[in-house]
C-alpha cells in the first residue's frame, strides 16, 4: 500500500503496526509548536525528505538543531516540531519525553526494544529521539518509556527547563545566533525552488494526450509569490477530482466538497478582485473543468460557511487534555469563545478580561503569535485566513492564554567598540550613536527597543570599525540553581570555523544537535563573551574550545576578564584541536587535530577527562625607542602592552618565520585551509632562510630571577611552558639534567631554550635533536638592543627596543586532560 498524499509504503501484513503520522495530519498532533531552524541549502547524500518521503537528490534545507531533512519546495509543509529547546515564559516543565524524529539512521542501526537492524539507506524508516539519541523501529517505539533522560551526556546537557524564554516573533537564527548570512541564503534560493522548479519534483509533465498538467495556487499569498504546485490528472476529470488532488498536493485532508476552484490567468495579477472571481463555481455541475480553452491555472478556495468548529488550546497546558471543540457561527467574538472555553477548563470562576485568545502560525521556520480584539468575528478570521492560504489554515492554532505581567528582559551583546573605556564613556558611546534613549547597555526591558537598537548597531561604526550585535535571549537572570541536577555540569561549547581546515562549521551543527543550542557559540559571531555572559549565573559548568592554540589563548584571556561576574569562576577548559601546530592539544593528550572523530565520542571523552591546574603568563612589552618609520624620530615610543602567554614565546628566527607565514596568510586566505598546505608553507619560508646568519646574542640581556644570565651564540631563544613547540617537537628534550628541575606545566617556572638556527630548528622538529637548554625560572626581563621579531602563541609581530618582563599571571587555570583510560579504548 502507498499512501496518495506523503508517499508513505507498507506491506499489507504490515499496515496494523503502521504508527507513524502522514503529513497532511501531522501538524495536528504537535504538542507544543517550535519552529525549525534552516540553514542554507545543501546535498545531502542518502537522505530522505519528511515531508514527501522522496529521497534528496536535489538541493535541500537542513534543521541546524534537529535531525529534520526537507526538499527547498517541501519546507513549506514541515511540521514546527523543533526540539524544545527551552521554556516559554507560560510553562513549567521538569520532565521531558522523548523527541521523536522519523529515519534517516545509517543501515547498521539497531533497535533499542528488539535489538535488531531499524535503520536504512533507501528509504525512510526507523525512530529516533534527538535528546538521548536511542533508535527504534516505528512499531517498537510506542513502547519504550516515555520520559527521557537525555542519555550518556545528560550531565553535559544544558536542561530546557533551565533557560526562560517569553514568546517573541523573532527568528530562531537570532535565537541561537546563527549567523545571518545563512538564513539569508537560503530564504533567496526557497523563493525560487518553492515556487517553480521544486514543485516539478513531483509532477513530470505529462506527454500522455489523455493527460493535463495543472498550476495550483493555495491563496493571494502563493499568487503573490507566484510558489504553486503541479498537479497531473486525466483531462476529462471532474471537478471533485481535479480539487481533490490540488488538496492533496497541499497535503490538506479535509473533504473536497468544502472547497471549489476558481480559474486564474495572467489578467488576474493586474485586477484588484482576484478574491471575488468565482469561475468554477458556475461550471461546479457541469461534469469536466475544462473546455476548448485550458486556463493557465488555477486557485483553491474554501466555500463559504455558515458555522465552523474550532479548537482551542489551553497555553498553560496543566490541564488533562490536549485541546477544546468549539462550534462558532457569525455572531462569536473573541470575548464570547473565551466566555464559552473557561468552564469547559474548568476555570468558569474567573474573570475573563484575565484571559486573551492568541492565533498561533505554527510556520517551519517560525512560530508567529497574534493576539486577536476582544471583538474580532471568528468565522470572518478564519476565512481571511483561507484566503490567504488553504495551508496556513492547517498550520494554525488558537490558544486561550492567562494574562501575566511578566518583565521582558533581552540581553543584546554590542561588540566592536574600543577597548579600555568606562562604564560612563561606553554608554555615551551608544546613546550618541544609537540614539538610546535610556542608559542601557546589554539589558533591555522592552523587546522593540532592542530590536530597534539591534537594527541600528549593524549599520554603525565607531572608529571607522563596524559595530557587531548579539542576541542573548537566555534569561539566565531568572535561573534557579533548584532547577539543575546536582551532579549536572553544562557545557559551554566555542566553535572558531576559521581555524585549520575549517571543519568548525559541521562541529557546529553536530554539537547543536547533541547539546543544547543554547550552549553552543560561534567565535566570528561576537568572541567568547557571549557565552561566558549567558552561564554567568551557572554554579558548575565545563568548557570546550575548538580552535587551534590562539583559539584557546582567545577564550582563556576572555575568561580572566570576565572571571569575577561569574558564580562557577574557574570552569574547567578542554580543546578540539582545529589548528595547525596545537601544541596545548597535545600536551592535554587531545591530539595533533581533529579528523572526523564522531562528535559524540569527544563529548564523552570530555565527560571523563581529568582535571589539570596550567600556568598562564603574564607578558609586559616595553619600547623604549619609537616605531620604525616614524619621521626624524619625533614620534613617542610605542605604549607599553601586556599579552597573555598560555605555550611559549619566541624572540629571533622562531618569530621571523612566524611572522612570514602569518603574512603570506593574509595575502591569501583562501589557501590556508588545510594542515598539510599550512606546513608546507611553513617548510619553504624556513628554506628560503637557511643560510641567514645572526648574531642574537649580542642583540639581547637576558635576567632570570634578578640575575644575568650570559647567552650563547643563538639565532632564537624561546620561553617554553608547555613541552611541546612547534606541531608536537620537544624542545626542552628528555635528558635528565642536575641544573634543572624536570618541567611540568603547573610549576610556576618556564624553561629558556635557544635555537642555533633553522637547520636546528628542523632537526629539533624532526626528533634528532633538543634545544640549548639555557634557564629555568619564575621572573624574567629581556632588553631589546635593536628591532627584533617576537612571537607569543603564533601571534607574531617586530617589537621596538626596550624591555621585555615575563611572570606568572594571576590563579592557574584549569584544564582537561584526556584521560588515559580514554585513550587506551580509543586507540583499541
Not at 485541546?323 to 475573563?352: A, F
Not at 532592542?450 to 539566565?476: C, G, H, Q, S
Not at 557545557?491 to 547533541?514: T, W
Not at 610549576?747 to 629539533?764: F, N, P, R
Amino acid at each position: 500500500f502507498i499512501s496518495t498524499v506523503c508517499n508513505f509504503m507498507s506491506h499489507e501484513k504490515c499496515l496494523k503496526n503502521v504508527k507513524i503520522p502522514c503529513s497532511c495530519i501531522a501538524p495536528s498532533l504537535v504538542r507544543v509548536p517550535v519552529a525549525h531552524c534552516f540553514g542554507p541549502p545543501g546535498h545531502y547524500k542518502r537522505k530522505f525528505c519528511t515531508v514527501c518521503r522522496k529521497s534528496l537528490e536535489s538541493p535541500a534545507f537542513r534543521c541546524e538543531v534537529c535531525e529534520l531533512h526537507v526538499h527547498t519546495d517541501c519546507v513549506l509543509f514541515a511540521c514546527s516540531d523543533c526540539r524544545q529547546c527551552h521554556q516559554d515564559g507560560h510553562q513549567d516543565h521538569d520532565t521531558y519525553h522523548h523527541h521523536w524524529r522519523e529515519g534517516n539512521l545509517s543501515s547498521s542501526a539497531r533497535c533499542e526494544v528488539c535489538k535488531k537492524t531499524c535503520g536504512s539507506s533507501e528509504v525512510l524508516s526507523g525512530m529516533r529521539c534527538e535528546w538521548c539519541g536511542i533508535l527504534a523501529h516505528a512499531a517498537c517505539y510506542i513502547i519504550v518509556t516515555p520520559e527521557c533522560t537525555f542519555g550518556r551526556l545528560r550531565n553535559m546537557i544544558l536542561p530546557p527547563s533551565c533557560v526562560q524564554l517569553f514568546s517573541r516573533n523573532f527568528s530562531k537564527l537570532h535565537c541561537f545566533r546563527i549567523s545571518e548570512n545563512l538564513q539569508t541564503e537560503s530564504d533567496e534560493d526557497d523563493d525560487v525552488d518553492g515556487s517553480t522548479q521544486g514543485s516539478a519534483k513531483d509532477v513530470q509533465i505529462s506527454t500522455d494526450s489523455s493527460k493535463q498538467t495543472l498550476k495550483i495556487f493555495d491563496g493571494n499569498d502563493a499568487v503573490k509569490r507566484n510558489q504553486f504546485r503541479l498537479i497531473s490528472v486525466p483531462r476529462i476529470a471532474k471537478n471533485e477530482e481535479v480539487v481533490e488532488a490540488a488538496l492533496r498536493a497541499y497535503y490538506i485532508n479535509d473533504d473536497q466538497q468544502e472547497y471549489e476552484l476558481q480559474t486564474f490567468t495572467q489578467q488576474a495579477l493586474l485586477s484588484d478582485d482576484v478574491i471575488n472571481r468565482n469561475d468554477a463555481a458556475q461550471d461546479t455541475n457541469l461534469g469536466s473543468v475544462f473546455r476548448e480553452s485550458v486556463p493557465e491555472a488555477w486557485i483553491i478556495r474554501a466555500k463559504p460557511k455558515e458555522e465552523e468548529v474550532i479548537r482551542i488550546y489551553p497555553a498553560w497546558l496543566k490541564v488533562g487534555m490536549a485541546y477544546v471543540s468549539l462550534r462558532v457561527n457569525k455572531d462569536s467574538t473573541t470575548q464570547t469563545v473565551i466566555k464559552e472555553v473557561l468552564p469547559l477548563l474548568g476555570r468558569q470562576m474567573e474573570c475573563l478580561q484575565n484571559f486573551k485568545l492568541v492565533e498561533v502560525l505554527m510556520g517551519s521556520k517560525q512560530v508567529q503569535r497574534m493576539v486577536l480584539d476582544n471583538q474580532e468575528l471568528i468565522l470572518n478570521r478564519l476565512k481571511d485566513i483561507r484566503k490567504t492560504s488553504i495551508r496556513q489554515m492547517n498550520q494554525t492554532r488558537f490558544y486561550i492564554v492567562e494574562n501575566s505581567k511578566s518583565i521582558v528582559r533581552v540581553n543584546l551583546f554590542v561588540g566592536g567598540l574600543p577597548p579600555q573605556l568606562s562604564s560612563e564613556e561606553y554608554t555615551n558611546i551608544l546613546k550618541d550613536e544609537l540614539a538610546i534613549k535610556s542608559a542601557v547597555v546589554l539589558e533591555i526591558s522592552c523587546f522593540s527597543e532592542a530590536e530597534r537598537i539591534y537594527m541600528l548597531v549593524k549599520d554603525t561604526t565607531v572608529n571607522d570599525k563596524p559595530l557587531n550585535a548579539v542576541w542573548l535571549i537566555l534569561f539566565l537572570a531568572f535561573f534557579q540553581a533548584s532547577k539543575i541536577p546536582r551532579n549536572c555540569c553544562p557545557l559551554l561549547v566555542f566553535v572558531n570555523p576559521k581555524s585549520g581546515g575549517l571543519k568548525g562549521r559541521d562541529l557546529l551543527y553536530s554539537f547543536r544537535k547533541l547539546l543544547n543550542p543554547h550552549q553552543v557559540f560561534e567565535l566570528t559571531n561576537g568572541g567568547p563573551l557571549p557565552g561566558f555572559h549567558t552561564f554567568s549565573k551557572v554554579p558548575s559548568f565545563r568548557v570546550l574550545v575548538c580552535g587551534g592554540d590562539g583559539t584557546v589563548g582567545w577564550v582563556l584571556g576572555a575568561l580572566e576578564e570576565i572571571r569575577h561576574k561569574l558564580v562557577c569562576s574557574e570552569p574547567s577548559v578542554a580543546i578540539l584541536p582545529l589548528g595547525t601546530g596545537n601544541d596545548l592539544g597535545r600536551v592535554l593528550h587531545w591530539g595533533a587535530g581533529y579528523s572526523g572523530e564522531d562528535p559524540y565520542s569527544i563529548l564523552v571523552s570530555v565527560d571523563e577527562a581529568d582535571d589539570v591546574l596550567m600556568d598562564r603568563w603574564t607578558i609586559l612589552l616595553d619600547a623604549e625607542e619609537p616605531a620604525e618609520g616614524t619621521e626624524n624620530g619625533i614620534a613617542e615610543p610605542e605604549p607599553p602592552k601586556i599579552v597573555q602567554m598560555n605555550n611559549y614565546c619566541g624572540l629571533g628566527i622562531d618569530a621571523e618565520l612566524s611572522l612570514d607565514f602569518h603574512h603570506a596568510r593574509e595575502e591569501e586566505p583562501g589557501k590556508f585551509n588545510s594542515r598539510f598546505h599550512n606546513k608546507g608553507v611553513y617548510m619553504k619560508v624556513g628554506l628560503q632562510k637557511i643560510s641567514h646568519t645572526r648574531n642574537l646574542h649580542k642583540d639581547i640581556k637576558l635576567q632570570v630571577d634578578q640575575h644575568e644570565v650570559e647567552l650563547p651564540s643563538i639565532e632564537g631563544l624561546i620561553f617554553i611552558n608547555i613541552p611541546s613547540w612547534g606541531s608536537g617537537a620537544d624542545l626542552w628534550g628528555s635528558e635528565s639534567d642536575n641544573r634543572f628541575e624536570k618541567p611540568r606545566i603547573d610549576d610556576g617556572l618556564l624553561e629558556v631554550v635557544g635555537v642555533t638556527g633553522v637547520m636546528h630548528m628542523g632537526q629539533v622538529q624532526g626528533g634528532f635533536r633538543s634545544g640549548i637548554r639555557i634557564a629555568q625560572g619564575s621572573y624574567f626581563r629581556v632588553t631589546l638592543l635593536k628591532p627584533i621579531p617576537v612571537q607569543v602563541d603564533g601571534e607574531p609581530w617586530i617589537q621596538a627596543p626596550g624591555q621585555i618582563i615575563i611572570s606568572a599571571a594571576g590563579p592557574k587555570v584549569h584544564m582537561l586532560k584526556k584521560s588515559k583510560q580514554k585513550q587506551k579504548k580509543t586507540a583499541s
